[in-house]
């Protein structure tokens, strides 16, 4: 345990310590998760040997989850494998299997909530090379804020026809005079003010850190008052009362500033859920950090990496004080599995992340400069292949090109 402590990623006050040989515990997913997880973890390491010249190096140790692990342990997550992770507090993973309608629970969400990791922050900009529905797509370049241990992913519900539904619908109608159908399931939707202003506060941080002009609250408090209007309301205290001098409320930039963003200031505003959508697609340069409740922010980040022309291409960083798991935005396309055909960028641009937060920047960027010479050069997987009308790399061949440009960097 002694040696697992020296090796291990560490935190202080919210920030990483990194050893030049950290240990990583790594997931490698389902379906096409094993190849793509596999395809990002030698660009990864090519990328810090690079930058590095062989004096750091990541230790991958390998946890079973998912489908695999399902089947050998009658469990998605074996005590062995939380008990790793928790150890370790860092996880990198490949995309893993939530059935719907029944079955275990979503093994992302047990992860996020085991390691309090309460923020999902996916960056969405545009690729040159992409096909993208937009006119003007290089406007595209936002970072979701997501809260990520909140609201409905607390999986706090009841099927129609169970016990505990009728004792909830009786309570209701019996102490709160309210009616619910009795073919109606039931769920809950907690939004607490802690989790809300603490994810506000690392919001607004990185927006004053990386420069960014405005914060912008998604949410539908015109109908869910006490959660989601709630939600608003609570990152508005935290913004005015701790931020004062570095944001301008909308209101405020209108009445006091005639419109105009004053200099070092950053715009704090908010948009109805539904009008958010038709926002990002018709005026997407408008925004810049977007603030959501977690099924808002689920929503808007697929609805971003659309924006762009493929979600594919999307890494996604979760993250708390004290840990951290990093992950593709999408999910395990099964019947792409075993076919060499997947694009690993999405868990790639993940891995980016993760040496950004490990602080290895310099391998990051290599990283980058790789994914954009490979766009530039149509040195694609099929999913892009089809819209350049070029030949398609296979899964194993577009890393072994990022593994090559990056070596030639």
Not at 57 to 84: C, F, H, S
Request: aromatic share 8%; hydrophobic share 40%.
């Amino acid at each position: 345990m002694e040696e697992q402590k020296k090796e291990s990623i560490s935190f202080e006050n919210g920030k990483w310590i990194t050893p030049d040989h950290p240990t990583i515990p790594i997931i490698y997913g389902d379906g096409i998760g094993p190849e793509i997880t596999a395809a990002s973890v030698s660009i990864i390491d090519a990328a810090v040997a690079k930058a590095y010249n062989g004096s750091k190096g990541i230790n991958w140790l390998r946890v079973e989850a998912g489908e695999e692990a399902q089947k050998k342990y009658n469990t998605g997550l074996p005590e062995e494998t939380l008990d790793t992770i928790k150890a370790y507090k860092i996880v990198y993973k490949g995309p893993l299997t939530t059935p719907v309608g029944s079955g275990f629970r979503s093994l992302n969400v047990t992860l996020r909530i085991m390691l309090d990791l309460y923020a999902n922050i996916r960056p969405v900009k545009y690729i040159e090379g992409l096909d993208s529905p937009l006119k003007y797509p290089e406007k595209v370049d936002m970072v979701i804020f997501r809260e990520n241990t909140d609201d409905i992913y607390t999986g706090i519900e009841w099927p129609y026809n169970s016990a505990e539904a009728e004792k909830v619908r009786e309570f209701l109608k019996t102490s709160m005079n309210v009616n619910i159908d009795p073919d109606a399931g039931i769920g809950i939707k907690p939004i607490g003010k802690a989790k809300t202003q603490r994810i506000t506060r690392m919001a607004i941080k990185y927006a004053i850190e990386n420069g960014r002009k405005s914060i912008t609250v998604m949410h539908k408090g015109n109908i869910m008052k006490y959660t989601e209007g709630a939600f608003k309301d609570w990152a508005y205290e935290v913004a005015q009362k701790e931020f004062g001098d570095k944001i301008v409320t909308e209101e405020e930039l209108y009445s006091k500033y005639e419109g105009k963003i004053p200099q070092g200031k950053i715009l704090f505003n908010d948009r109805i859920a539904d009008n958010m959508f038709q926002q990002i697609i018709t005026k997407p340069e408008l925004y810049d950090v977007i603030l959501a409740p977690n099924l808002n922010g689920d929503y808007v980040s697929d609805a971003c990496g659309a924006l762009i022309g493929d979600i594919g291409v999307l890494g996604g960083a979760n993250v708390g004080a004290e840990g951290g798991m990093f992950e593709a935005a999408h999910g395990t396309a099964p019947k792409y599995a075993n076919k060499n055909v997947a694009n690993p960028m999405g868990i790639l641009k993940a891995g980016e992340l993760m040496l950004t937060f490990m602080g290895w920047t310099e391998a990051a960027g290599l990283i980058s400069k790789a994914v954009e010479k490979a766009m530039k050069e149509r040195k694609v997987t099929p999913d892009i292949a089809r819209f350049m009308g070029v030949e398609a790399l296979g899964t194993k061949e577009f890393a072994q090109y990022l593994v090559d440009a990056i070596k030639s960097a």
